[in-house]
């Protein structure tokens, strides 16, 4: 099961090991190509559409069964369709569903295979029913409540089903002497405190393999929060400076207070605007910089070597420097002001060098620095 680049994925993986998975769930798979054309994409479709291509010469059938969807107003939807002619030439049926939010359900499977996979509302009222049927034991039951994050960029369909599914749920699951229902909501673009709570139990992910603002913030709720999330965002970029932040955070070791800004400026991409319309918020750097206080730092959340990164010592320098950053996501940071106290006590500190042999072989020796009181 993918959506985005995880369908693709899932695609590649049942048709590189035919007979391994018996059902495959693509949603909104983005199965772009370029054996007719250029893809009309960003470079980072290229090793997408090199999959495709060779998949639409000799598709196989992937899976015994194949459940496809794509929203009929969603960029993707031409692509997914293209697969229609191809698996239904090597005997999968194809079938089309329109529900109220304009949603295509594409189904896919071997003729021979009766009944559709749509889930119907009797089975949904079932699951509802028997959820909250359980028994309560005692007057102590707590109701808790656990938080869903959809993490979005230009989707339309997917989420409004998704949290239209969850609703008609009203899920109330027995949890020891608990029950626990779900919320849902789409979380949102803004600067953040790497110190800050996190509300989500649970962030669904869509979005990340191109932000980095909200990439960086799931990557915070994991380490500092303890929030679970699909799709894995140390699978895009491994560790960096704002991950060691946090973790250093995590661990109780004393890092300045930090903070996580959106970019000022954006490359442009056909669903940039659309996600920043939708969920990126207007904030204001004065009262951000008041709060970790100046003289402050500004830097990229990655890379080294000195480059990004401003000092800043009032207001207006801050907002000058954000102008300059470009595309670059940056930190916050307070300074560390020495002390007369803590720069006395390192003048104190007498260092004297002693040679000690590591390799009697070549006798190589290394100067070794200590310091004495």
């Known amino acids: 099961m993918g959506a985005s680049f995880g369908g693709v994925a899932s695609l590649h993986a049942a048709w590189r090991h035919p007979g391994a998975f018996g059902r495959l769930v693509l949603q909104s798979g983005s199965f772009a190509f370029s054996d007719i054309g250029h893809h009309r994409r960003t470079p980072t479709f290229d090793p997408v559409a090199r999959f495709v291509n060779e998949f639409r010469r000799r598709p196989g059938r992937p899976?015994?069964?194949?459940?496809?969807?794509?929203?009929?107003?969603?960029?993707?939807?031409?692509?997914?369709?293209?697969?229609?002619?191809?698996?239904?030439?090597?005997?999968?049926?194809?079938?089309t569903k329109r529900s109220a939010t304009d949603t295509t359900g594409e189904l896919a499977r071997p003729a021979a295979v009766g009944a559709d996979l749509a889930l119907p509302r009797a089975a949904v009222d079932g699951l509802r029913i028997r959820a909250q049927a359980a028994p309560c034991q005692g007057d102590d039951v707590a109701h808790i409540?656990?938080?869903?994050?959809?993490?979005?960029?230009?989707?339309?369909?997917?989420?409004?089903?998704f949290e239209a599914i969850l609703k008609r749920l009203d899920l109330a699951i027995p949890s020891g002497d608990d029950t626990l229902g779900f919320e849902v909501s789409r979380v949102t673009i803004e600067p953040f405190d790497l110190r800050q709570p996190v509300r989500y139990d649970l962030v669904i992910d869509r979005l990340t393999h191109w932000y980095f603002t909200s990439r960086e913030w799931i990557k915070k709720a994991v380490v500092m929060n303890d929030t679970y999330v699909f799709n894995n965002p140390w699978s895009l970029q491994s560790n960096e400076k704002h991950t060691s932040y946090c973790a250093m955070m995590r661990l109780g070791l004393k890092v300045p207070g930090t903070w996580m800004l959106p970019p000022k400026a954006y490359e442009q991409t056909a669903d940039l605007q659309p996600t920043l319309t939708r969920y990126a918020r207007y904030f204001d750097l004065g009262p951000i910089g008041a709060t970790l206080g100046y003289p402050l730092f500004m830097k990229p959340y990655d890379g080294g070597g000195w480059v990004g990164v401003s000092k800043v010592d009032d207001e207006d320098q801050l907002r000058a420097a954000y102008e300059a950053s470009g595309t670059k996501v940056m930190h916050l940071q307070s300074a560390v002001i020495p002390t007369s106290a803590s720069c006395a006590a390192s003048a104190s500190a007498r260092r004297r060098a002693s040679s000690t042999t590591i390799h009697p072989r070549r006798c190589t020796t290394v100067t070794a620095w200590t310091a004495t009181s």
């Open 145 to 161: 409540n656990r938080h869903i994050g959809l993490s979005l960029g230009a989707d339309i369909c997917w989420p409004i089903c």
């Open 63 to 95: 899976a015994e069964r194949m459940y496809l969807s794509c929203g009929i107003y969603e960029s993707l939807i031409y692509e997914n369709r293209s697969l229609v002619p191809l698996l239904r030439h090597h005997g999968m049926r194809y079938a």
